[in-house]
């Protein structure tokens, strides 16, 4: 029984009777796909098919970002096209103790007027927190969002302001990942989505960092920390409808789920160029947004990478038929990061003798002064070479300690996470 979900195959059962979609008859057989597809990452037929029946396409929100998606309860609803090619997930959902979540990536798929919501909206609703016949309507907690608020009403909702003070659970909660405050709010919602609470919630990875320079959306945005749990990542990156502006709802491959896509690098099958190419995608974009502490991919991930030699070159760049070795230059060069951060010693990557380059033995060492003009707004450079994997000393006088200056090493600042090709390393600059 530990391959259903966690809320439980009785409970699953008797609401899909209660919902009169089916007889008794096939009971038993759907019971054994929810089974089945759980333990596999993808949504159950039942699942996908209630939240997107009479649903074709779905319009382009601004410009949406990609989530990960990892977890067993987890599963992708609507996947998008990525420009290098590949698709990331655009909605993703999942079951949560007894509860669900729905999650888009962009907020402006909680606007009811967005192509393809109007219908799409009930689905997620009913889904969310389905109701038997002659129930009472159900109790939606919206924060913010007056649109969405009117459009609930309008379809029998008994809808309130979101509350997390301490007020009683309501049945459906709607709030943008970007309006949460703290910690607290955080673990009030998990609580709630965990004792059977349906969660509707969105968030924009690359927006937030832009927001946030020198936050970790990983860990630091509050959306993350809400989701994580459950199974589902907002991820940095960008999707693109086209010149359609809209964006297909079709059921995803399952190479859209992080944890099948990792499999299927590192299994002992061969795969097509595409089907490579669309698990490297996934991998690499859970190995760059799952939380440090993580223990469902991170630890594989980790011990594959400990060993690995990897050295993007303009004569053998990363491509496509490498995708596992993107994946893993991608945790190496996290693992290099996070022991800057701490102030462990760090060595140079090998990558670093290619590009940008190590000086010639013997170079000397150099001490040297330089005076910042803080009237200049930017970066200002000091005309200096930091050797790779080399320890460098900056002292500034006392009163410019609560300036907020940074000290970046590296003048390539651009990244090629994006890229279809690395020639070289896709991030080398230490800020």
């Given at each position: 029984?530990?391959?259903?979900?966690?809320?439980?195959?009785?409970?699953?059962?008797?609401?899909?009777f209660a919902?009169?979609?089916?007889?008794?008859?096939?009971?038993?057989?759907?019971?054994?796909?929810?089974?089945?597809?759980?333990?596999?990452?993808?949504?159950?037929?039942?699942?996908?098919?209630?939240?997107?029946?009479?649903?074709?396409?779905?319009?382009?929100a601004?410009?949406?970002?990609?989530?990960?998606?990892?977890?067993?309860?987890a599963?992708?609803?609507?996947?998008?096209?990525?420009?290098?090619?590949?698709?990331?997930?655009?909605?993703?959902?999942?079951?949560?103790?007894?509860g669900?979540?729905?999650?888009?990536?962009?907020?402006?798929?909680?606007?009811?007027?967005?192509?393809?919501m109007?219908?799409?909206?009930?689905?997620?609703?009913?889904?969310?927190a389905?109701?038997?016949?002659?129930?009472?309507?159900?109790?939606?907690?919206?924060?913010?969002?007056?649109?969405?608020?009117?459009?609930?009403?309008?379809?029998?909702?008994f809808?309130?302001?979101?509350?997390?003070?301490?007020?009683?659970?309501?049945?459906?909660?709607?709030?943008?990942?970007?309006?949460?405050?703290?910690?607290?709010?955080?673990?009030?919602?998990?609580?709630?989505?965990?004792?059977?609470?349906?969660?509707?919630?969105?968030?924009?990875?690359?927006?937030?960092?832009?927001?946030?320079?020198?936050k970790?959306?990983?860990?630091?945005?509050?959306?993350?920390?809400?989701?994580y749990?459950?199974?589902?990542?907002?991820?940095?990156?960008?999707?693109?409808?086209g010149?359609?502006?809209?964006?297909?709802?079709?059921?995803?491959?399952?190479?859209?789920?992080?944890?099948?896509?990792?499999?299927?690098?590192?299994?002992?099958?061969?795969?097509?160029?595409?089907?490579?190419?669309?698990?490297?995608?996934?991998?690499?974009?859970?190995?760059?947004?799952?939380?440090?502490?993580?223990?469902?991919?991170?630890?594989?991930?980790?011990?594959?990478?400990?060993e690995?030699?990897?050295?993007?070159?303009?004569?053998?760049?990363?491509?496509?038929k490498?995708?596992?070795?993107?994946?893993?230059?991608?945790?190496?060069?996290?693992?290099?990061?996070?022991?800057?951060?701490?102030?462990?010693d760090?060595?140079?990557?090998?990558?670093?003798?290619?590009?940008?380059?190590v000086?010639?033995?013997?170079?000397?060492?150099?001490?040297?002064?330089?005076?910042?003009?803080?009237g200049v707004?930017?970066?200002?450079?000091?005309?200096?070479?930091?050797?790779?994997?080399?320890?460098?000393t900056?002292?500034?006088?006392?009163d410019?300690?609560?300036?907020?200056?940074?000290?970046?090493?590296?003048?390539?600042?651009?990244?090629?996470?994006?890229?279809?090709?690395w020639?070289?390393?896709?991030?080398?600059?230490?800020?």
């Open positions: 029984m530990d391959t259903f979900p966690r809320s439980g195959a009785t409970r699953v059962s008797s609401r899909i919902e009169g979609t089916m007889s008794l008859l096939a009971l038993g057989t759907v019971c054994l796909w929810l089974a089945t597809a759980a333990a596999h990452g993808q949504a159950p037929p039942v699942d996908w098919e209630a939240l997107t029946k009479g649903v074709e396409a779905v319009g382009q601004g410009v949406p970002g990609p989530l990960v998606v990892f977890g067993k309860d599963f992708p609803v609507v996947a998008a096209p990525v420009k290098a090619g590949g698709a990331q997930t655009l909605v993703a959902a999942a079951r949560y103790g007894k669900r979540v729905v999650a888009f990536g962009h907020g402006g798929y909680l606007n009811p007027q967005v192509k393809g109007k219908v799409f909206l009930p689905r997620i609703l009913a889904w969310l389905p109701r038997a016949r002659g129930e009472a309507p159900c109790r939606v907690a919206v924060k913010r969002l007056r649109k969405l608020r009117d459009r609930m009403g309008a379809l029998g909702f809808v309130e302001t979101l509350r997390l003070d301490g007020a009683s659970r309501p049945d459906i909660v709607i709030v943008d990942g970007g309006a949460l405050r703290d910690a607290k709010e955080v673990a009030t919602l998990t609580r709630w989505v965990e004792e059977g609470t349906g969660l509707l919630t969105a968030g924009l990875g690359w927006g937030w960092l832009q927001l946030h320079r020198g970790d959306l990983r860990v630091d945005f509050l959306g993350n920390r809400l989701l749990p459950m199974g589902i990542v907002f991820a940095d990156g960008t999707l693109k409808a010149r359609s502006h809209v964006f297909s709802v079709e059921r995803p491959s399952p190479l859209v789920h992080a944890a099948r896509a990792w499999e299927a690098l590192t299994g002992l099958g061969d795969l097509s160029q595409s089907d490579r190419m669309q698990a490297g995608l996934v991998a690499l974009s859970a190995a760059r947004s799952l939380p440090p502490a993580d223990r469902s991919l991170l630890p594989a991930m980790h011990s594959r990478a400990e690995a030699v990897i050295i993007p070159t303009a004569k053998r760049p990363l491509g496509p490498r995708a596992l070795d993107r994946v893993l230059l991608a945790i190496q060069l996290d693992r290099l990061a996070q022991n800057l951060r701490r102030g462990r760090v060595e140079a990557h090998p990558a670093a003798r290619d590009f940008p380059g000086p010639k033995d013997g170079t000397e060492r150099v001490r040297a002064e330089r005076s910042i003009e803080l707004e930017g970066w200002h450079s000091t005309g200096l070479y930091a050797a790779p994997g080399e320890a460098i900056v002292r500034i006088p006392k410019a300690v609560t300036l907020g200056l940074r000290l970046r090493v590296g003048c390539h600042k651009d990244l090629l996470w994006h890229k279809k090709t020639k070289r390393v896709p991030s080398i600059t230490a800020v």
